[in-house]
């Protein structure tokens, strides 16, 4: 499962569909999250049908290996954490639960300490194995550890915070919000250290960053995408030890207008050479972008591709697959033959 190095060329996209990674047994509900295992090989689904499944992929057979019940929650999100070894489900409820995946017990954490939220359906995890960041209300995101699920630390950017991610190397933490602005934060010093608005953006809806360090991308409520590189939008190398700075006048290296409804997904692949972006609010509303080149993809998805309305992306960690969740509880999965 290592991360195919090879450079990928702009313009047409060699993809394959395969049978779909959960054919073994659809979901009876929208997809909420599919997410695949760092082993490259498990691929998780959940939804509103309060279930976890997951299922062995191997393009051919994708076995479905387990189900688990989770009796008082719809989930809106998982996501694996604590490298691998755990499952995190969450929804519009105080509480939240944690999946051991090696002995198969199931943790419920009642609440977060000092907080009244009364919905814990969006966070994020770093990939350092730390943090969880839970997208609080009043701007608030709650910040946990990933092990004992604790609370640290709250951060408050102004307006609601919408969308979360952390960089590569955990460092720093990007959110996004209803007031069109993108806060980086120090996750040492846990304070803002830049905020800059995120171009031609009135509502913040989604925010990724890439695996190399060099970009973060954001999707709004008007279907827009940008991308910023990482050294001329964030303060970072910028001289900003003095205290936070802010900036209107940072210009993205690249906006996309594919699409003319909100962006709920903004995906990377791991090797950074692939993003793609999706509206759930529109049908077959996705598009895929060679990263190098800042272009879209002409040749996919085509106007037969079954995508119907993406409610979850996620490519494999060696970047062999991308897998697409949809409101009929089918999880598509295309192989990418480069």
Known sequence: NKIRS???????????????????????????????????????????????????????????????????LPIHQAEFCNNGSEILVSGRRKYFYSYDLVHGAVTKIPYIKGRDEKSLEKFCVSKDNQYLAFLGKDGNVLLCQQSSKQWISNLKMNGNVHAASFSPDSQLLYTHGDLGDIYTWDMRMRRC?????????????????????????TGSDSGAVNIY????????????????????????????????????????????QLMLFASQR????LRMIHVPSLTTFYNWPTSSSPLHYVTSCDFSPSGGYVAIGNDRGRVLLYRLNH
């Not at 190398?237 to 209107?248: C, K, T, V, Y």
């Open 193 to 217: 250290m830049f905020v800059h608005n995120d171009d031609g953006c009135i509502h913040g809806t989604a925010i990724a960053t890439d695996n190399a360090g060099r970009y973060y991308a």
């Open 6 to 72: 090879k450079n990928i060329p702009q313009g047409l996209l060699e993809v394959v569909r395969v049978k779909d990674a959960n054919a073994d047994e659809y979901s009876q509900c929208v997809i909420q999250s599919c997410r695949f295992h760092h082993n490259g090989q498990l691929l998780m689904t959940a939804g509103l049908d309060k279930m976890i499944r997951l299922y062995q992929i191997d393009g051919v057979k994708n076995t479905k290996v387990q189900g688990i019940s989770i009796d008082d």
């Open 282 to 285: 529109k049908k077959d509303a």
């Open 229 to 272: 590189n990482v050294n001329g939008s964030s303060g970072i190398g910028g001289g900003l030890a003095g205290g936070i700075g802010s900036s209107s006048s940072v210009k993205p290296v690249k906006s996309f207008m594919n699409i003319t409804t909100p962006i709920d997904h903004v995906v990377f692949n791991p090797d950074s």
